[in-house]
């Protein structure tokens, strides 16, 4: 006799079948066996009537046979009904926790919330733009002479200020041209002062009457002549001192020196296009931006009052300040492709966190609102046609007034104002000190009962007589 198990595991959908069956004996397998047209091989009896019946397709059957198929059915019977006892007790435990969930949900049991006090406090409207750094002043150092480089006095990366000696050119052949210029001066100069002392000499002949009136006219042009190419060698003289100051090659502004473009022994020339090296003003510095054409109003109503606007320069992801400023000027027209208009802004800079052509978002601070209602962004919740609302968390007198009073939900609805980071302005709906939910508000409803876990703090405090701690402790906000 064969046996197997059939259990039921609590808390697992799996069960075992307890059932019985006959083994068969071995002198069963030991007859031998036909095949009729319809039926599968089966043993048969020596002693039964199957040798003297004529017909080749009768085969008895064997009255054993029909125990077995008895006994087969009710194994399976036993299975299908364990099978559903499984199934049974699965949904029913199913239907259970459901249960529990849809109670949880209709108010009946306490749900645990995490919650925060509304406070009084100031907020700021801010207008965001995207904004390329631009440097004041951005210097090409070129030469001025042409003539060979001899020596390079400034590294890259190094921050100079203006009149700093960064290179120097061959100054020989400029000191050759201030010597013929000045050896010409001296000629031209001696000769004005010989034809100057005849021109007074002529004069005090022609009072005598020993000498013609023409030929002091004559002296008189020879004079002028001499005074002009005194004069224009004046001129050469002063080009050639200039072209030697040229051979010096200094800063122009104060800044950041980039990568030299040239090396020390090449020939330079004054129509080169690339430059010796640039000069770039890191401090201050300016960031452009751009605000659209709506909020260009206010903007403008507050430059024209002279009052100064903050501007915050924010990194690619606007997570990190990298430096303070303030406006500077906005463009004299709207650009009508994008519908914006360019702003400037100028920064101090002096942790140098800004650099040409950096991408930054900037943040222009309009107005400061004072003495608002604020909550975390996280409490408000949006229904049905963009409507906003709060669970706000009220306490109720218990039934037996020596037990603390229960805490309830209550759904409110608000008007939402200005936001920024994660505090939001309540316009109307709410009152600094009211407490609203900011975590578990899934399980929520009118009426709902809660355990209140306010912000910051792992469980609500509890005084000495063990009364819940009152809500509502709203601390004002500084700006």
Known sequence: MGQARLKDTPGRQSCTVIAEWETPRSSDFARPFFRSPSQSLVPVNSSSSLASDPSPGYTPVSSRQQPKKNRGRWIAVVIVVAVGLCVYGFVRKSAAADGSVAKSKRGGGT????????????????????????PLNNVVLKTRVDGQLMKVLFTEGQFVKEGDLLAEIDPRPFQVQVAQAEGQLLRDEALLKNTRTDLERYKSLSEKGLIAQQTISTQEATVAQYEGSVKSDQAQLDNAK???????????????????????????????????????????????????????????????????????????????????????????????????????????????????????????????????????????????????????????????????????????????????????????????????????????????????????????PKSPEGAAKPLGNPAKKKS
């Open 242 to 460: 200039l072209n030697l100051t040229y051979s010096r090659i200094t800063a122009p502004i104060n800044g950041r020196v980039g990568l030299r473009q040239v090396d020390a022994g090449n020939m330079v020339h004054a129509s080169d296009t690339g430059g010796l090296l640039t000069i770039t003003q890191l401090q201050p510095i300016t960031a452009v931006f751009t605000i659209p054409e709506d909020q260009v109003p206010p903007v403008l109503k507050k430059l024209r009052a002279g009052q100064k606007l903050n501007v915050d320069a924010y990194d690619r992801e606007q997570r990190v300040k990298l430096s303070p400023g303030a406006l500077l000027t906005v463009d004299n027209q709207i650009d009508s492709s994008t519908g914006t208009l360019k702003c400037k802004a100028l920064f101090a800079n002096e942790d140098g966190a800004l650099f040409p052509n950096q991408f930054v978002n900037i943040r222009l601070l309009v107005e400061m609102k004072q003495a608002v209602t604020l909550v975390p962004t996280a409490a408000i919740q949006r229904g049905a046609q963009q409507s906003t609302f709060v669970y706000t968390v009220t306490e109720q007198q218990a039934a037996d007034k020596a037990q603390a009073p229960d805490r309830v939900i209550s759904i409110r609805p608000v008007t939402v104002g200005t936001s920024e980071g994660e505090l939001v302005e309540i316009q109307e709906g709410l009152k600094p000190g009211d407490v609203v939910v900011l975590e578990g508000v899934d399980r929520l409803q009118e009426g709902s009962k809660v355990v209140v876990h306010l912000k910051g703090e792992e469980s609500a």
């Open 111 to 134: 749900v645990p919330v995490v919650a925060a006090s509304a406070i009084k406090g100031d907020i700021g409207v801010y207008l965001t733009g995207l904004g390329t750094v631009t």
